[in-house]
Every structure is written in C-alpha cells, then in structure tokens.
C-alpha cells in the first residue's frame, strides 16, 4: 500500500475512534438519538474528517442499521443497550467502528464483554492467508464462552476507496464456504455482534439511511425531474451511504422523492436488522490494515 494512503486510513481512523468515544460520553437518559448524531457527524467534520455513512444507533434487539431523521424525538432510556457505529473518510479512504453501551444499567455487561473479546480474538488470528472460517470458528467459541450467541448472518467486510463492503466477509461463526484470504494491504472492518436471541438477524423497517443504486435503470428514467433528483444524490453521496436527514436540505419533498427513488430501484433504502427472537445484541468493531505479519488497528 502506498505511504500516503496508509496515512489517510490512519487519520481517518484516528478520527474515528475520537468521534466514537466522544459519542459513547454523550449517550445518556433522556438525551436525543438525533443530537448524538449530529455531534457526533459534526465532530468529525470539524475534525477534517468525511462521513463514509450516516451514524448509526440501534438499539437493543436492532443489530444495525438505523439512522435518526430530521426531525427524530425519541430519546435514550434507563436500560437501553445501544449499538453506536461511526465511519469516516479521508478521500475516501474508511475507518468503521462501533462500540456498545448500557444506559444506566449494567445487565448486559458480560455481553459486551462477549464482543470485546470475540473482536480481541479476531483481531490477534489477522494476518496475510488467515483461514478466516477457522477465525470465524474461534471468535464463536469466544462469545460462546460468555454465554452467548454470535449473529450468524452478520459478518465484518473489506473496504475500498469509496466502497464501504467491497466483497471479502468476515465471519463470527466458521463458513466453510468462505475461500477468502487477506492479503497484505487489505483494509477490513472485523465486527463480532453477541447475542442472548436467536443469534440471526431478519429484516425490519426502513433505517433511514439510503444508498445510490447506479446501475442500468439509473441510465434509462426518462422522468427529468426523477433524474435530476437523482444526480444531485449523486454528485453529493457518490457511493457511500447517506442519511434522510443529509438529504433534506438537498432536494425539495424529501420524503417523497425519496420513496419514488427507492420504488423505482434508483436508491436502496437499508431495512434495520433485528434479532429474530428481538433478543439484546450488542457489537464491536475495529477496523485493520493487513501487515506481513498480522494486521495494524486504525481504530
């Protein structure tokens, strides 16, 4: 990997870790999912930072994938169990990473620790041509260990310039038919979520994050006021995902067009992912660089 770009993923990550631990401080009782990430979001771009996605609070039985509107007003309560994920880039190059935390409570404290140390596991086993169903297997007996269940449909992911999952998974339970080897030079965000569910997840309601689909339909709409929309999406979110409340200020009738993008295959709208017996998850995330003879945490 260029020296440069091994720099940008540094900084990036960097500032995702600063962004994340800021984040987790602000999670409280009675404060607002939106004015967490909002502070969050602002953070990071005071910091010189790009969002490589919206961030994400899942709460509870919600694994991942939900974003707080525009005009959001649910709030953190005693007991919560909060998912908080946070990206970041620099030109496009990612730092993804996530975190756990209990509002007030600490019922769940050995399934956080679950995660922390299927990530630890993960983490020391990551090098160039690692079996990752073999990697996948340990963080299991890992979570296991704890008294928990890893999500089995929920894996870690390369990434790319601009591309959030570029192809290689990487798994919390072995997958045999997973024939994937990092390499050096590969950057991969390693996720474990725990759980005392069913330990795999099914789809919800919308997250309100969203992604551009450009792809053949894009290229043959022949509505000039769809395809406009559309290209401002573009010109704006490039190929990284982007919140409903980001879009507000771009294009008049938000949520409208936004439906009508979606419907016509043009935007894909993320569904929030639940455990399928609404069991509490909890995750952790870091992202790492592949060396010759393990890997480095940007996180």
């Not at 999952?165 to 965000?189: C, R, W």
């Not at 979110?237 to 043009?266: C, H, K, M, Q």
Request: proline residues 3%; glycine residues 8%.
């Amino acid at each position: 990997m260029d020296e440069d770009v091994f720099e940008k993923y540094r900084l990036a990550g960097k500032i995702a870790t600063e962004a994340r631990n800021y984040g987790a401080g602000l999670i409280n009782s009675g404060v607002s999912f939106l004015e967490v990430a909002e502070k969050i979001e602002s953070k990071i771009t005071d910091a010189g930072a790009k969002l490589a996605f919206p961030v994400n609070i899942s709460l509870n039985e919600i694994a991942a994938h939900f974003s707080p509107r525009h005009d959001e007003d649910i709030v953190f309560k005693k007991g919560d169990v909060v998912k908080l994920d946070v990206g970041t880039h620099i030109d496009g190059y990612i730092a993804d990473t996530a975190l756990t935390v209990e509002v007030g409570t600490h019922k769940y404290d050995n399934m956080i620790k679950a995660v922390d140390a299927g990530l630890d596991v993960a983490i020391e086993m990551m090098k160039p041509d690692v079996n990752l169903s073999k990697l996948g297997q340990a963080v299991q007996v890992e979570i296991n260990s704890y008294g928990f269940k890893p999500v089995d449909n929920l894996t870690g992911h390369s990434l790319k310039q601009y591309v959030l999952h570029a192809g290689m998974n990487i798994p919390s339970v072995p997958d045999f038919l997973n024939k994937s080897k990092p390499k050096v030079g590969d950057v991969l965000a390693i996720e474990p979520f725990a759980t005392d569910g069913a330990g795999h997840v099914v789809i919800g309601a919308g997250s309100n994050i969203y992604l551009c689909n450009r792809n053949l339909r894009s290229k043959i709409v022949r509505d000039n006021r769809v395809k406009t929309m559309f290209s401002k999406l573009v010109k704006e979110f490039r190929t990284l995902p982007f919140a409903e409340r980001w879009s507000n200020n771009i294009i008049e009738n938000n949520d409208n067009v936004l439906r009508r993008l979606t419907f016509l295959g043009l935007l894909k709208h993320y569904p929030q992912l639940i455990d399928a017996k609404k069991g509490i998850v909890t995750q952790k995330e870091h992202t790492v660089i592949i060396t010759e003879d393990g890997c480095e945490v940007t996180t």
